[in-house]
C-alpha cells in the first residue's frame, strides 16, 4: 500500500459521522422547513425567511472558526479537536427542532434561536471533518478517493433517514409529526457513536510549525485565486440546484405529479439509492480524465435528465423511480469532487505563501453551500407565496406553473453554468504533481536545512551527518 493511500477502514471511519450528519442536513432542507410551515402553521414567507436568513447570518461564522482551526495546535490534533466539540451542540439542538411541538413557546422566534444553535454546530462539525479529510493524503486521486468515501456516508445518511417516516408508517404510525421526531433521534445517538469511533481510528498529522495569521483579512485574500473563485462560483451553481429541488420535493411531486407523501418520500430514496450507486462512477471517471472534467460530464448528464422530470406521467410511480433514478446517479459527483480540488488549492495556496489555510478554504465552501441551501428555501418559499402558491390547500394555475419552473428549469440551469465555470479548470493533476513536488523539495529542505534544497549525493549526505574529524 502507498504511503499516501489510506486503508477503506479508515477511510470508513472518517465517513461514519456524515450518517448523523446527513440525517441533519437533509431534514434542515427538505423536511422541517415544510414540518414548520405545514404541521405547525408558521407563515410559509417567515418560514423561509427564517431559513434564508439564520444560513446568510451563519457565513460570517466560517471564517472566524476556519482560522480557529487553522491556528489550533493540540496533541489532538487541529481539526479532532473541534470536530469533538461540536457533538453536543448538534444534540441539544436537534432536541430542540426536532422534537418541537404546536402551541405556545414554538413560534417564529423558538425557529429562529434553534436555527442559530443547530447551524454553528454544524459549521464547526463539517469544517473540521472535511479539513482533517484533506490532510489525510497530499495524492490527487487519493483526495478524490477520501471524498468519494466521505460522500459516500452523507448519502448513506440520506437514506437512512429518509426511511423513517415510511418505516413507522409500515408499523401504524403514519403521523408526519412522529416521523420528524425519529429523524431527531436518529441524530442524536448516532452522532456521540460515529464521532467517537472516528475519533479513535482515524488519524491526523500534528502540525508543529507555528501557526500563520488566519484571519478575515486572509480569508478574503482566498478570492484572489483563480482556483478558489472557480471552484466557489461551480460549488454554489451545483450545491443550489439540488438544494432547490430538495426544498420543493415534495410540493412538486404531490401538487403536480399527484403522489401522496409516502410515495414522494420513496421517491427521494430512490434519488439518492441512485447517488449512493453514482459515487464510485464518477470516481473512476476522475481517475481517468481529470477532477475537473469529471464534474463536468456530470453537469451536462444533471441538466439533461432534470428537465426530464417534467415528462414524468402524474401516478405513475415507476417512471418517476427511474427518473429519480438518474437524476440522482450525478447528485454525488460536486459535492465530493469539489472538495477533492479544494484539498489540492490548499497545496497551491502553500507553495504561494508558506501558510497553511486548509481551515480558511473550507470556510470558503461552507459559506458557498450556506448561500446555496439559504436561497433553495428562502427564494423560492418567498416566490412561491408571493405567486399564490398555498401550501397547505390545493392549488392551480400559476402557482403551480412556477413551481414546476423552480424545481426543473433552474437547477439544470444552474448546472449547466457550473460545468462552463470548471471545464478549464488549470488546477489540473498535472500541475498538482508539480506543486507538490516542489513543496515535498522545500519541506525537506526546512526540515534539514544542512541539506539544502537541492538533491544531495550519498557522499554529500555522509559528509553532513557524519563531518570529518
Not at 108 to 121: D, N, R, S
Not at 155 to 168: A, D, E, Q, R, S
Not at 198 to 223: D, M
Not at 361 to 376: C, N, R
Request: some cysteine.
Amino acid at each position: 500500500m502507498s504511503a499516501d493511500r489510506r486503508s477503506s477502514l479508515t477511510l470508513a471511519a472518517l465517513a461514519a459521522p456524515c450518517l448523523p450528519l446527513a440525517g441533519l442536513g437533509l431534514p434542515l432542507v427538505v423536511y422541517l422547513p415544510e414540518f414548520y410551515a405545514n404541521e405547525l402553521g408558521l407563515n410559509l414567507s417567515a418560514v423561509g425567511t427564517a431559513f434564508m436568513g439564520v444560513r446568510l447570518l451563519d457565513i460570517a461564522f466560517d471564517p472566524f472558526i476556519g482560522g480557529v482551526m487553522d491556528k489550533t495546535r493540540t496533541r489532538l490534533g487541529r481539526f479532532r479537536l473541534w470536530f469533538a466539540i461540536s457533538a453536543p451542540i448538534l444534540m441539544l439542538a436537534a432536541y430542540m427542532l426536532f422534537m418541537a411541538q404546536p402551541g405556545v413557546g414554538v413560534g417564529v422566534g423558538y425557529l429562529w434561536l434553534w436555527l442559530l444553535v443547530v447551524y454553528a454546530g454544524f459549521s464547526i462539525a463539517t469544517l473540521a471533518h472535511l479539513s482533517w479529510g484533506s490532510v489525510l493524503s497530499p495524492g490527487y486521486d487519493e483526495r478524490s478517493r477520501i471524498y468519494a468515501w466521505w460522500q459516500g456516508g452523507n448519502v448513506v445518511g440520506m437514506i437512512l433517514v429518509l426511511t423513517l417516516p415510511p418505516l413507522l408508517g409500515l408499523l401504524g404510525v403514519p403521523s408526519h409529526a412522529i416521523g420528524v421526531e425519529a429523524m431527531g433521534w436518529f441524530i442524536i445517538l448516532l452522532l456521540p457513536l460515529t464521532m467517537g469511533l472516528a475519533l479513535l481510528k482515524v488519524p491526523e498529522p500534528i502540525l508543529t510549525t507555528p501557526p500563520h495569521r488566519s484571519g478575515f483579512k486572509e480569508y478574503l485574500q482566498l478570492f484572489r485565486r483563480d482556483s478558489v473563485r472557480r471552484l466557489l462560483a461551480a460549488d454554489l451553481a451545483i450545491g443550489t440546484g439540488p438544494a432547490i429541488t430538495g426544498a420543493l420535493f415534495f410540493f412538486f411531486f404531490e401538487r403536480v405529479k399527484g403522489f401522496d407523501k409516502a410515495e414522494a418520500g420513496s421517491l427521494l430514496l430512490v434519488y439518492f439509492i441512485g447517488g449512493l450507486i453514482g459515487g464510485p462512477l464518477w470516481t473512476r471517471l476522475a481517475y481517468r480524465t481529470g477532477k475537473h472534467r469529471a464534474l463536468a460530464i456530470a453537469t451536462v448528464f444533471y441538466a439533461i435528465v432534470t428537465a426530464g422530470a417534467l415528462v414524468i406521467p402524474p401516478g405513475n410511480w415507476p417512471v418517476a423511480a427511474l427518473l429519480m433514478f438518474l437524476i440522482g446517479l450525478p447528485f454525488s459527483a460536486g459535492p465530493f469532487l469539489l472538495r477533492a480540488m479544494m484539498a489540492d488549492v490548499g497545496d497551491e495556496e502553500r507553495l504561494a505563501t508558506g501558510a497553511d489555510r486548509t481551515g480558511l478554504l473550507y470556510a470558503l465552501l461552507s459559506g458557498t453551500v450556506k448561500i446555496g441551501s439559504a436561497a433553495a428555501v428562502g427564494v423560492t418559499y418567498v416566490g412561491l407565496d408571493l405567486i399564490g402558491f398555498n401550501a397547505r390547500t390545493a392549488d392551480s394555475g400559476s402557482g403551480l406553473v412556477g413551481l414546476q419552473i423552480m424545481f426543473l428549469a433552474v437547477p439544470a440551469a444552474l448546472s449547466l453554468i457550473a460545468g462552463w465555470i470548471v471545464l478549464n479548470y488549470p488546477l489540473t493533476a498535472e500541475r498538482h504533481a508539480e506543486i507538490r513536488s516542489a513543496l515535498d523539495e522545500r519541506d525537506l529542505a526546512e526540515a534539514a536545512p544542512e541539506f539544502g534544497a537541492e538533491p544531495k549525493t550519498a557522499e554529500e549526505i555522509h559528509a553532513v551527518a557524519r563531518p570529518a574529524e
